[in-house]
């Protein structure tokens, strides 16, 4: 068997994770610069706070903005992990040689990037989360 079956695929899979990884990472750092601009001319310009909120608020209505993504990450990579194990399972109960090896170390592979993909969705929704306002002491 040609191992260019297998590897292109493979290759293919994690251009499209990396390139969804990257655009989610991109959209969340432009949004997080612009507001903390926004909020650092808000602080040396106090008077300007309400077009500042209203501006806000605009941003947060763009369709490209913070809206959610299609795509979870949490969710994708807890499914990709249970899809780990059951290879896993499969693979270590089956004994029929090259394909049950296959099916074990692709179990091992998921589960890795299963649990990695995870904790980015973890990290992605815990950077893209709504500030919760600041109380003002007086």
């Given at each position: 068997?040609?191992?260019?079956?297998?590897?292109?695929?493979?290759?293919?899979?994690?251009v499209?994770?990396?390139y969804?990884?990257?655009?989610?990472?991109?959209?969340?750092?432009?949004?997080?610069?612009?507001?903390?601009?926004?909020?650092?001319?808000a602080?040396?310009n106090?008077?300007?706070?309400?077009?500042?909120?209203?501006?806000?608020?605009?941003?947060?209505?763009?369709?490209?903005?913070?809206?959610?993504?299609?795509?979870?990450?949490?969710?994708?990579?807890?499914?990709?992990?249970?899809?780990?194990?059951?290879?896993?399972?499969?693979g270590?109960?089956?004994?029929?040689?090259?394909?049950?090896?296959?099916?074990?170390?692709?179990?091992?592979?998921?589960?890795?990037?299963?649990?990695?993909?995870?904790?980015?969705?973890?990290?992605?929704?815990?950077?893209?989360?709504?500030?919760?306002?600041a109380?003002r002491?007086?």
């Open positions: 068997m040609n191992p260019l079956f297998i590897i292109a695929p493979l290759l293919l899979a994690i499209a994770v990396l969804g990884v990257f655009r989610t990472f991109g959209r969340v750092w432009l949004d997080h610069r612009i507001r903390l601009t926004i909020l650092e001319k602080e040396r106090p008077q300007v706070m309400d077009s500042m909120n209203e501006l806000l608020d605009v941003l947060s209505e763009l369709p490209g903005g913070s809206g959610k993504s299609r795509q979870d990450y949490t969710v994708t990579g807890v499914v990709l992990a249970l899809l780990g194990l059951a290879g896993i399972l499969l270590r109960f089956m004994h029929v040689g090259q394909f049950a090896v296959g099916v074990y170390v692709g179990g091992y592979v998921c589960v890795g990037l299963g649990i990695a993909l995870a904790f980015l969705g973890v990290f992605v929704r815990w950077i893209s989360r709504t500030p919760t306002p109380v002491r007086q």
